[in-house]
């Protein structure tokens, strides 16, 4: 049995709930689970599903049979589904009143799951809660609209807007070209109303029909469920004015590439404030350059968490935006770690790392170990990079496998993230380059198929 929380019962009770959504976050950050009945879910039976969803790669098979028998028990044991109050959401799209509930993934003991992406993350969160910190996080995605592309071998192109034109020219910060789709973004604004997801500000981006949203600063685990549920409802209001939404990182090969740039700070749990800051707000205080040393010094070996598919190298290796290097600087947008000018209460840094394609909480416990091993080893950043960053030396892994094999090797990032865990995603990963590689591609076939 699983007792529901009285304040969820209150919630569900006072939106006259039929149906309520069981969600858990799988490797690829979707969402996987159950539809209940909301009568079945207060009776507080609990909700199960099979341990080996934590497994699964994204074209729905496994990793490889020995180490599936090493992740996943020979019986192929349930996973017990805790749900979470404070994630309790409507779906607004839905045709009777139906509430999506984030649960937490528990073993029979109770005890969180190691393979959860959503346990990552809290036990990351942990060892910072130890140390009387809290991060605080303010994450930025880019997305694009793209037509509707039902047959898998075609390319994908921008949608038509109201004036009955696709776009053409970059229209950086153009609201002349989000105005082409007002009416998806009056959806997506009110859906986020009824789903009460903290997004601030939209804008156009540099390529055709790509967009940003930024989210407001807060906790991280409420950032990235925010994250997971905005992807999700996203993709949604894009159908339903019949165009697709993307999250892609590299979806059109003259068009540059969506990334999830990501805000964090630190604050003492007991006053409040920004460690990130000093007194005199003079000089970057030691804890926060030992932390931008830590995201310089481990940043590469978790770039397989900020870059998680074949696709995801594009972006890196031939984007004309994405960070090269670990380069830092106060406002420099070239540098793969920005500082960006700030009132004291929030100095932060930016990492400009993830792409868009990730799941948030990995991505988000990435960059966090990644800066909490800099406090430890109290690592010291490089100096400050004035000019463009991109015109230094080519630093970050622009392949697949290279950035695997970095992670592998690395023991500390393994330690924080979980050993069983980090080698549970490389199995995935490895299965899923592996059914890529099978794939004969169209210009293997255009320029080798009578020319070899």
């Not at 109290?378 to 400050?384: F, V």
Request: proline residues 5%.
């Amino acid at each position: 049995m699983t007792e529901v929380d009285e304040k969820l019962r209150a919630w569900l009770s006072e939106r006259n709930v039929d149906e309520v959504e069981a969600l858990v976050p799988d490797i690829t950050g979707n969402a996987r689970g159950k539809i209940i009945p909301a009568y079945r879910f207060l009776k507080g039976e609990g909700v199960r599903l099979p341990e080996a969803l934590l497994v699964q790669t994204v074209t729905g098979e496994w990793p490889d049979d020995d180490l599936y028998d090493e992740l996943v028990h020979p019986a192929d044991r349930d996973l017990f589904l805790i749900p979470d109050a404070s994630s309790a959401r409507m779906v607004p799209w839905a045709e009777e009143p139906t509430a999506q509930i984030i649960h937490d993934c528990v073993d029979a003991e109770g005890k969180y799951h190691e393979l959860s992406s959503r346990n990552v993350l809290r036990s990351v969160l942990q060892l910072y809660a130890d140390e009387g910190l809290e991060p605080i996080v303010a994450p930025e995605v880019e997305f694009y609209l793209v037509e509707k592309n039902v047959n898998s071998d075609n390319r994908l192109r921008p949608p038509i807007g109201r004036s009955g034109r696709p776009e053409r020219a970059r229209q950086s910060y153009s609201i002349d070209a989000l105005n082409e789709f007002d009416s998806l973004f009056e959806e997506m604004y009110d859906f986020c109303e009824v789903m009460d997801l903290d997004v601030d500000t939209l804008i156009h981006e540099s390529g055709a029909a790509q967009m940003e949203v930024n989210f407001e600063h807060a906790d991280a685990l409420s950032r990235a469920d925010q994250v997971f549920l905005f992807k999700r409802m996203m993709r949604e209001v894009a159908m339903r004015h019949d165009v697709f939404a993307t999250f892609l990182a590299k979806p059109m090969e003259n068009e540059p590439g969506s990334s999830m740039h990501i805000h964090q700070s630190l604050n003492d749990v007991k006053t409040g404030k920004n460690v990130f800051s000093s007194p005199d707000d003079r000089e970057l205080t030691e804890t926060f350059r030992h932390y931008i040393g830590g995201l310089q010094k481990y940043t590469a070996a978790a770039t397989i968490l900020y870059a998680p598919y074949v696709n995801s190298y594009r972006r890196i290796a031939y984007g004309d935006s994405a960070p090269r290097n670990v380069a830092w600087g106060i406002d420099n947008r070239t540098a793969g770690l920005r500082v960006p000018v700030s009132s004291a209460a929030n100095r932060r840094v930016e990492s400009r790392f993830a792409g868009s394609d990730v799941n948030p909480y990995l991505a988000i416990a990435a960059t966090l170990a990644c800066g909490y091993l800099g406090m430890k080893e109290k690592i010291e950043p490089t100096p400050r990079t004035e000019g463009s960053a991109l015109d230094l030396e080519q630093t970050l892994p622009v392949a697949f496998e290279v950035s695997l094999a970095l992670l592998e090797e690395e023991t500390a990032l393994q330690e924080i993230l979980g050993r069983n865990f980090v080698k549970a995603y490389v199995g995935i990963k490895r299965k899923e380059f592996e059914t890529f590689f099978r794939v004969i591609s169209s210009w293997e076939r255009e320029y080798l198929l009578l020319n070899v």
